[in-house]
Nanobody, 123 residues
């Protein structure tokens, strides 16, 4: 199995910045797409940003120009730099990864989620 451990959430004033980190651990052969999703109270979980193993990125329109996703393949780690934060960015941020790992003796590709980290932006 693969575990995703997130860090970096917290409380920040509007206009401030936060950096989220997510590290994948386990017997991993390859991590493919990695991404960040968020869920605000009473709303569905939505994509914030994704990055492929080759570095191609995709952002939600609401965060373009303010957020930057990056990764270090050798460390199976993905980051989300969030600048110019707004109160509407408040929510629980979840790390997501598609990984090929050793599961019950077989190389298996699965989709994994982190436990989530709270981001609160005050006005």
């Amino acid at each position: 199995q693969v575990q995703l451990v997130e860090s970096g959430g917290g409380l920040v004033q509007a206009g401030g910045s936060l950096r989220l980190s997510c590290a994948a651990s386990g017997v991993i052969f390859r991590v493919n797409d990695m991404g960040w999703y968020r869920q605000a109270p009473g709303k569905q979980r939505e994509l914030v940003a994704k990055i492929t193993n080759g570095g191609s990125t995709n952002y939600a329109d609401s965060v373009k120009g303010r957020f930057t996703i990056s990764r270090v393949n050798a460390m199976n780690t993905v980051y989300l730099q969030m600048n110019s934060l707004k109160p509407e960015d408040t929510g629980v941020y979840y790390c997501n990864a598609e990984a090929e790992a050793l599961i019950v003796g077989r190389r298996t590709e699965k989709n994994y989620w982190g436990q989530g980290t709270q981001v609160t932006v005050s006005s």
